[in-house]
Nanobody, 112 residues
Framework: QVQLVESGGGLVQPGGSLRLSCAAS????????MGWYRQAPGKQREMVAT???????TYADSVKGRFTISRENAKKMVYLQMDRLKPEDTAVYYC??????WGQGTQVTVSS
């Protein structure tokens, strides 16, 4: 059974950076699209970034130019490098595999 475990969240000041990691266990990792989603209090979960099995990426308009998604298939890892963070980036960030499997989430808080 596939498990996704996120890490790397925390409290950061506006303008700062964080790197989220998602470790997958079980199953075949390399064939799946991977993604990062986020959910802020009182809001619906939204797509942040996705990466296909061959490395093609998409980003939400709100994070383009600030966030970078990447993956290491051999390690079954996907990452989200977040730069120039804004208070509106505050949310629980979730790793997703294939549009169906979810991690437990990691909190990101951007505040001074």
């Amino acid at each position: 059974q596939v498990q996704l475990v996120e890490s790397g969240g925390g409290l950061v000041q506006p303008g700062g950076s964080l790197r989220l990691s998602c470790a997958a266990s079980g199953g075949i990792f390399s064939v799946y699209m991977m993604g990062w989603y986020r959910q802020a209090p009182g809001k619906q979960r939204e797509m942040v970034a996705t990466i296909t099995n061959i490395g093609r990426t998409t980003y939400a308009d709100s994070v383009k130019g600030r966030f970078t998604i990447s993956r290491e298939n051999a390690k079954k890892m996907v990452y989200l490098q977040m730069d120039r963070l804004k208070p509106e980036d505050t949310a629980v960030y979730y790793c997703n595999q294939g549009g169906t499997r979810w991690g437990q989430g990691t909190q990101v808080t951007v505040s001074s």
